[in-house]
């Protein structure tokens, strides 16, 4: 049912597109097919290497920022001296928006991988930080008590309350902020680099003028997202099947 | 089971909840705790349970200090004991689950061995739901099930430790009057298959009535004394039938209404 769906909302949007390129009718916006036949093509011609590229740039990302985010916040949410210490500095640098510390990254950490990783995980830090904080925060002292009551030593609170709690937390703020982390990541690399999604797109195709290669690599970012997206959505339903039971 | 002996307790920069407190319960008696709100009977079943430590004075449970829980005390609390991402069954075989988490881990900190034992059963966490007649819901999350089913469970999971001594701290004031009758019965009935010692802390004077074989009252904060109510024809599902148990019930109205001048006349601002 949910797969037909989505089938069927892929379908609605190539014949929407298919529509739109034969109205405009101009090689600004190619049809589907010419896109993917070029989609087809590019891929063993350096497509699918940027594909990679940009792939482990965010995976390297969204596993550094939740092995750090989601302890930070855990103690943050258990310890409110902590909390008082730090929350006004989260409260401060959460709404900031961290691209545009892009150009002082690039001056540190050089227009490598370090940089695009590194600005991306700024961002998924503190969206992954507030969400735990708030969720640890929220665990009844109740739920503890009777826990500890059980014979809980703090290895077992860890393994039995702490980590089924906020594990799920880091997980939503990872899927609400995927869809960031790549605009970032395309931002990032669409200039001072020789790789990635955003290169490929910008530099190599759009650059030259070759329209359907353009297309080509905005499909395979928007796969990238997709992808990663399903990837959170299945894990959150795996490992918290209690938040989604009616 | 339990020895309190000049027992002092106090919240941080809070006047003291108990002075010089000296209370003792004996192994496999049931115990009602009742008072008005903020008399520190909460707290009272917190200190038993090694949740709280006492500043002064002396707390023996089974002739041991509790400077942090024991396995053998199990705890049921009116709401939110339970985990919330844990189906009905998983709740319940928590103990289970520990004591092979902890399985050849060495022990750290004071005290007995705090670990919950690691030789029970899956078919032991059947048991226990087909007597609650949880079994039925076994899969389902609390947050699907009704507030007496959730109560079940944490019973279950508690009797399932084995314990020797059961606190209960309000454990069926959310519930309806029905479900509460129902499981106030149950746990007369449990208390007689089990013998383990229980405590329930209780605003309610039927229940009071109902579950303690023992009723102790406390007054106004600090207390100082153990004013104590026997309650010897308790432990028939039938009590609330009969006409002792409401002399009974009349009884401890007069007693709590009793400890609370008592209190007022002795507190400074009484005058005013």
């Known amino acids: 049912m949910r797969r037909r769906e989505l089938l069927l909302a892929i379908l609605a949007l190539i014949v929407t597109w298919q529509l739109l390129a034969w109205a405009v009718h101009s090689p600004v916006l190619p049809g589907p097919w010419a896109v993917f036949h070029a989609f087809v093509r590019e891929i063993p011609r350096g497509l699918g290497w940027h594909f990679l590229v940009s792939g482990w740039r965010v995976i390297a990302s969204i596993v550094v920022s939740v092995l750090t985010a989601a302890p930070a916040g855990l103690l943050l949410g258990q310890i409110p001296l902590l909390n008082r210490l730090f929350s006004p500095i989260v409260y401060i640098v959460y709404p900031i928006p961290k691209i545009v510390f892009l150009p002082i990254i690039l001056l540190f950490l050089g227009i490598g991988n370090t940089s695009k990783v590194f600005i991306i995980f700024i961002i998924l830090f503190f969206q992954i930080l507030v969400v735990v904080r708030d969720q640890a925060s929220a665990l009844r002292p109740e739920l503890i008590y009777s826990v500890r009551s059980l014979g809980a030593g703090r290895r077992a609170l860890f393994r039995f309350v702490y980590l089924p709690a906020t594990l799920p937390a880091a997980l939503t703020a990872l899927r609400i902020s995927i869809g960031t982390a790549i605009a970032v990541l395309f931002f990032a690399e669409s200039f001072a680099t020789t790789s990635g999604l955003g290169y490929y797109i910008i530099v190599e195709s759009w650059g030259r003028l070759a329209y359907p290669e353009m297309y080509a690599g905005v499909i395979a970012m928007s796969l990238l997202g997709l992808l990663l997206y399903f990837v959170v959505d299945g894990l959150e339903r795996r490992l918290a099947p209690w938040m989604f039971v009616q | ?272």
């Open chain 2, 1 to 272: 089971m339990i020895d309190a002996a000049n027992l002092t307790f106090a919240y941080p920069d809070q006047p003291p909840i108990f002075e010089h407190f000296t209370w003792h319960a004996a192994a496999g008696e049931a115990w009602a705790v009742i008072g008005p709100s903020g008399c520190g009977k909460s707290t009272l079943l917190y200190l038993i349970a090694g949740l709280r430590q006492p500043q002064a004075g002396r707390l023996l449970v089974a002739g041991q200090p509790v400077p942090r829980p024991r396995a053998s005390t199990g705890l049921i609390l009116q709401d939110y004991g339970l985990l919330p991402w844990a189906t009905v069954w998983e709740n319940v075989a928590l103990v289970m689950r520990m004591g092979r988490f902890y399985r050849g881990k060495p022990s750290a900190g004071v005290g007995p061995r705090p670990y919950p034992r690691a030789d029970i059963t899956a078919e032991q966490v059947d048991a226990w739901l087909t007597r609650l007649g949880i079994a039925t819901v076994r899969d389902k999350y609390p947050s699907q099930i009704s507030g007496g089913q959730r109560q079940r469970t944490a019973i279950a999971r508690s009797l399932l430790q084995q314990p020797n001594l059961l606190l209960m701290d309000e454990p069926f004031s959310s519930l309806d009057a029905l479900t509460r009758e129902d499981l106030q019965r149950l746990t007369v009935e449990l208390r007689q298959e089990t013998g383990v010692t229980t405590v329930v802390v209780t605003h309610n004077i039927e229940e009071a009535v109902f579950l303690g074989r023992r009723i102790l009252v406390l007054g106004q904060a600090p207390t100082t004394q153990a004013r104590v109510i026997e309650n010897a024809a308790v432990g028939s599902p039938n009590y609330r039938g009969h006409p002792a148990y409401w002399q009974k019930c009349a009884e401890l109205r007069q007693q709590l209404a009793a400890a609370g001048e008592d209190k007022k006349a002795r507190s400074p601002d009484a005058t005013a």
